[in-house]
């Protein structure tokens, strides 16, 4: 069988090399002939890259300045903002005039911090001479000649600058009115030269570029920052005109200075050495010829043999895995020629088979372990309402009322007839619904008039819905032993439902008094812990693994306190995707309920 292999593996090697040679002559000659003209085309992307970064560079700041201009306006429409001077001019300004004030002042916190550049920004009143700041409020007669000249000097562009700062602002007026005097709300925003001068250092980095960023004029006392190496401001162009570049000599060296506007009053620089654009093309120059052959030929060779002897086994090994997490369980490899992956697919195929032989098995014991825990579950239930029930009907003996006594017994017959009619542990949710009225008829013999039950009318679309037996009427007995039996007069129980796709709520509630929160938390603890059962909490937590036994995960039972007053236990059933639960997409009332309230 090596015998019948060997040949083609020799006569792949061959063709190999001589597709290599090939293809690898007519590019090296190729080579030649652009060799010059790609060196000229590398220089100018290289050139161009620097410009669309310098453009880049400007578009992040501007970005950046056109979000605080956002924010200023934003602040300009908060009602809050505008409203402040009628505060400001009452005698007393109470408590509520703080908390209005706080909420101006975190607005300007909020832009302080949220932006690296900002030095402060304040808000002005002109109307009543006044200023609120991110710390302090107060009056502002020694500044108002300065805001006012900055506001008459930029009224078109609302950007001034000096040799220190460069301000925006931004102003709400009434009417048409322009004049300073007359606008109800100023902002100022001063940007920090210290701040501007760190965000340029960030974009240094290692690259040895220089970056500055003018504004108003530098050459007449405008604004101007600048870091890295040798950008000042005697080589910048007087009158820079949009976007641009320029080559210029400092010291005997080569720049590259590149421009872009910024915000239409602001100008961003970089300076970028001229050998540094060319020093990485003079390495790619001289390895170049040699590093394109030897790429070409590895590749080639690469190529062919890691497809044939790699790729292909790799790709039919991982359609297998594919097939397998779709749930083809049994699915197998097969053979390969060679015998490191002949030993993979092996290996796999045992543990294919073997997979499939555990998941059956793994199936057949849990489906009989859910058996057994139902069957266990509803045993333990079923006595539970039976002893209760005995001590009931002996009391009415007792007491000598015999009418009653003979409708418990009719109500008691039917109750054996539900949990006796089959081994199933599961019935229809009108069947269980059924069932719990029989015993509040029981309990309403016991307690009189010393309660009222109040059942809705279980809704049809999950009216024949099968679920776990007694799961509402021990929630019933629940309410009457712990809230309902030690009240003289105005108990009451409700019971209702919700509707949500693929979702079911069904709520029993009482007004009970002796809820609290302690022992809330104390059976919602108990609903969730996987402890075994035991106490008197028994049956909440028997309903509650029972419904996660056979709906899963997010099912079960739920304690509250209900508006009523009392606790409110709330089964969830969340019905499989694959079954057709009826349920309307509407959901979130119960139907025909004539017990809404009390």
């Known amino acids: ?35 010059v003209r790609s060196i000229r085309q590398m220089e100018e992307m290289m050139t161009q890259r620097i410009l669309a970064e310098t453009a880049s560079y400007a578009e992040i700041l501007e970005q950046e300045l056109q979000a605080i201009r956002l924010q200023n306006y ?43 550049i900002i030095e402060n920004v304040t808000i002005y009143y002109p109307r009543i001479s006044r200023k609120v700041t991110s710390t302090s409020q107060s009056t502002y007669e020694e500044e108002k000649e300065g805001v006012e000249k900055i506001i008459s000097q930029t009224e078109e562009t609302k950007v001034w600058a000096d ?20 606008m109800n709300v100023v902002i100022l925003t001063v940007l920090s030269k210290y701040g501007l001068e760190s965000y340029l250092d960030r974009l240094v980095g290692d690259t040895g570029n220089g970056f500055a960023l003018s504004a108003g004029g530098w050459d007449y006392g405008g604004f101007f920052v600048s870091t890295g190496s040798g950008l000042s401001a005697d080589i910048l162009p007087q009158e820079p005109d949009g976007d641009g570049h320029l080559m210029v000599e400092l010291q005997g060296n080569s720049f ?8 239409g009053e602001m100008t961003f620089y970089q300076l970028s050495p001229f050998d540094r654009i060319q020093e990485p093309l003079r390495g790619w120059y001289q390895a170049r010829i040699f590093f394109i052959f030897l790429l070409l030929c590895l590749l080639l060779l690469f190529t062919a043999a890691f497809y044939l002897m790699i790729q292909r086994p790799i790709n039919h090994a991982k359609n297998t895995f594919m097939r397998m997490e779709k749930g083809e369980l049994g699915v197998q490899m097969g053979s390969s020629w060679y015998v490191e992956f002949q030993n993979m697919y092996s290996q796999f195929d045992s543990m294919s088979r073997r997979i499939q032989d555990l998941v059956e098995r793994e199936y057949e014991l849990r489906l009989l372990n859910y058996r057994a825990q139902m069957k266990q579950l509803q045993h333990q239930i079923n006595p539970h309402f039976l002893y209760n029930t005995y001590f009931v009907l002996r009391g009415l003996l007792q007491e000598e009322e015999y009418d009653q006594a003979l409708q418990m017994s009719d109500v008691i017959g039917r109750y054996l007839k539900y949990i006796t009619l089959s081994d199933r542990g599961e019935a229809t949710l009108e069947e269980e619904v059924e069932h719990a009225k029989a015993y509040a008829q029981i309990q309403q013999i016991r307690f009189s008039k010393r309660v009222k039950i109040c059942f809705a009318e279980c809704p049809e679309k999950i009216a024949k819905r099968r679920v776990p037996k007694l799961i509402i009427q ?13 009240k003289l007069s105005g108990g009451f129980i409700r019971v209702r439902y919700i509707c949500e796709p693929q979702l079911a709520h069904i709520y029993v509630e009482d007004n009970g008094e002796k809820l609290t929160d302690d022992m809330l938390a104390g059976l919602s603890q108990m609903l969730s812990s996987r402890e075994p059962l035991l106490g008197e909490s028994v049956a909440l937590l028997n309903i509650h693994k029972r419904l996660v036994l056979m709906y899963g995960e997010g099912s079960g039972l739920f304690v509250s306190r209900s508006e009523l007053g009392g606790l409110c236990c709330e089964l969830v059933i969340r019905w499989k995707q694959d079954e057709k639960s009826g349920l309307s997409g509407e959901g979130n009332e119960y139907e025909k309920n004539p017990c809404g309230g009390r």
């Not at 190999?16 to 060799?35: D, E």
């Not at 505060?87 to 916190?109: C, G, H, K, N, P």
């Not at 590259?256 to 915000?263: G, I, K, Q, R, Y």
Request: charged content about 20%; hydrophobic content about 50%; proline content about 3%.
């Open 256 to 263: 590259l200075l590149s421009w872009a506007e910024v915000d």
């Open 474 to 486: 021990p929630l019933l007995e629940n309410a009457f032993d712990h809230a309902i039996k030690d």
């Open 74 to 116: 934003n602040v300009l429409s908060d009602r809050t903002v505008t409203t402040l001077p009628v505060w400001f001019e009452r005698e007393a300004q109470d408590s509520y005039f703080v908390l209005r004030l706080q909420a101006v002042q975190a607005s300007l916190d909020a832009i302080i911090y949220g932006h690296d």
């Open 163 to 182: 040799a220190e700062h460069i301000v925006f602002w931004a102003s709400s007026s009434f009417g048409d009115q322009t004049a300073y005097e007359d």
């Open 1 to 35: 069988m090596k015998s019948g292999r060997n040949p083609f593996r020799v006569m792949s090697v061959v063709m190999l090399l001589l597709v290599t040679f090939c293809i690898i002559f007519p590019i090296i000659s190729l080579l030649s002939i652009v060799y």
